[in-house]
C-alpha cells in the first residue's frame, strides 16, 4: 500500500472522527452516566467493523446499489436513533453522574451498552455510504496487496481512529463535566436532542420523496 496514500486516509479519517455526531452523543451520555464507557466505545466501533466486513465482502457496494434496501435499512436506523435519543430525554433528569450512581442501575448491563453503541453506528446507511464512497478513493489496484485486503486495512484503522476519538471524548465528559451535575445534565440533554433530530432528518430524506412521488 502507498504509504502517502494511506497517510492522507489516516488524515482525512481521523478528521471524520472528530466531526461531532450522534456517535459523539452516544460516547458523552456513556461517559456521564455509566461506570464504564468501554463498552459503549467497543460497541460504536463494532458496528464499524460490520460496515468494514461488508465492504471488504462486496456487500456493500451491493446494498448501497438497491435503493429499496437502503431506504428500509435509513427507515430502521432513523426510528432507532429517535428511540435512543428520547430514551436519553426521558432520563436526563432525574440521572445520576457519579459512578457510585451508575452502579448496579437497571438496564445499565455492559451488553446492552455495547449493542446499543453498535446499532447506533451499524444501523446508520450514512456509516455504509461513507465506508463506500471514501474507502476505494485510497485502494490502489497496483498495490503489492489484494484490494479486499486494502479495503479491511483501511477500515479497520478508522476502526480504531474512532476508538481513540470517542474514548477521549468519553473520558474527557467524565473528567469535566462529572464533578458539575448542572452542566452534565445539559450535555445529556444536547445529546437526546441531537440523536432525536438526527433520526427525524433520516426519517425526512425518506418520507419527503415518498410523499412528493403520491402527490
Known amino acids: 500500500m502507498n504509504p502517502e496514500l494511506f497517510l492522507a486516509f489516516v488524515l482525512v479519517a481521523a478528521a471524520l472522527a472528530c466531526t461531532p455526531g450522534v456517535d459523539w452523543a452516544y460516547s458523552i451520555t456513556a461517559g456521564l452516566g455509566q461506570r464504564s464507557f468501554v463498552p459503549a466505545v467497543a460497541g460504536l466501533c463494532g458496528g464499524y467493523v460490520l460496515h468494514t466486513a461488508l465492504l471488504v465482502a462486496g456487500l456493500a457496494a451491493v446494498l448501497t446499489g438497491m435503493p429499496g434496501v437502503l431506504g428500509w435499512l435509513t427507515l430502521v436506523g432513523a426510528g432507532y436513533l429517535m428511540w435512543l435519543g ?19 442501575r437497571p438496564g445499565a448491563t455492559r451488553l446492552r451498552t455495547f449493542l446499543q453503541g453498535m446499532g447506533t453506528s451499524g444501523i446508520n446507511p450514512k456509516g455504509l455510504l461513507f465506508y463506500v464512497a471514501l474507502i476505494p478513493q485510497f485502494v490502489s489496484a497496483d498495490a503489492s496487496l489484494p484490494v479486499p485486503v486494502q479495503s479491511g486495512l483501511l477500515g479497520m484503522t478508522f476502526v480504531a481512529l474512532a476508538g481513540l476519538v470517542y474514548t477521549a471524548v468519553a473520558l474527557l465528559s467524565r473528567t469535566l463535566l462529572q464533578s458539575r451535575p448542572g452542566a452534565a445534565r445539559a450535555v445529556t440533554l444536547a445529546s437526546g436532542i441531537i440523536m432525536v433530530l438526527l433520526g427525524t432528518v433520516l426519517l425526512g430524506e425518506q418520507l419527503v420523496p415518498l410523499v412528493a412521488g403520491r402527490a
Do not use: N
Open 86 to 104: 428520547i430514551s436519553t430525554l426521558r432520563s436526563w433528569r432525574g440521572a445520576s453522574f457519579s459512578a457510585a450512581g451508575a452502579v448496579g
